[in-house]
């Protein structure tokens, strides 16, 4: 059995403080996350699953900020164990959605 992650830690962002995903806040985690990736113009990027332009593409570069901002945020904001999950992920989309998915299967997120 792993040690009991920590409730307070946080990424502090330019949009405030973003409580880290555990296994315990993902509700909170999502809402909150939802809400600064709007901020970032990247909440489309990693809900659509819109897909890397390829790099030729005039909207890459439109792409390229969001996703590398929504990639390292989603990152940062998570504990440790969590993290864990997003090992060799490259997608934002993926990196969003698989953490999730996995707490919800789990039946752990909801002990907040």
């Not at 030729?56 to 864990?84: E, G, M, N, R, V």
């Amino acid at each position: 059995m792993s040690a009991p992650e920590p409730s307070h830690a946080f990424n502090n962002t330019e949009w405030g403080d973003i409580p880290l995903l555990t296994y315990i806040n993902s509700d909170t985690w999502n809402e909150t996350m939802t809400l600064v990736l709007k901020a970032m113009d990247a909440y489309n990027i990693v809900t659509s699953g819109e897909a890397e332009p390829p790099q030729i593409d005039i909207d890459y570069h439109k792409w390229k900020i969001p996703a590398a901002k929504a990639k390292t945020t989603i990152h940062l904001s998570c504990s440790p164990a969590i993290q864990f999950l997003l090992k060799g992920l490259k997608s934002p989309a993926v990196m969003w959605t698989t953490p999730l998915a996995r707490l919800e299967n789990t039946g752990t997120n909801h002990y907040c």
